[in-house]
């Protein structure tokens, strides 16, 4: 039973250890954070130009694919 719990708590802090992001991976992290706010961007600038929000969504799409899970880039709200 004593090894049981030992090795239990032994896998979870391997899986703790597996988790955490190296400096590598921090950065980037933080080169597709800015990639997507920058299609963010460009997708509300689309919008403010008058162009209809599915052109816009599909521009969205497009500039994210790779970089976020889903098709709203990393994001949802209302619509």
């Not at 090795?7 to 954070?33: F, N, P, Q, W, Y």
């Not at 929000?53 to 619509?79: F, N, P, T, W, Y």
Request: glycine share 6%.
């Amino acid at each position: 039973m004593i090894l049981a719990i030992v090795s239990m708590a032994l896998s979870a802090t391997v899986c703790i250890a597996a988790e955490t992001h190296g400096d590598k991976e921090t950065k980037a992290d933080i080169a597709r954070h800015r990639a997507m706010a920058a299609a963010h961007e460009a997708a509300a600038k689309c919008l403010e130009s008058g162009k209809k929000e599915d052109v816009c969504a599909r521009e969205l799409q497009a500039a994210c694919k790779g970089l976020a899970i889903g098709k709203s880039c990393g994001m949802k709200h209302e619509h």
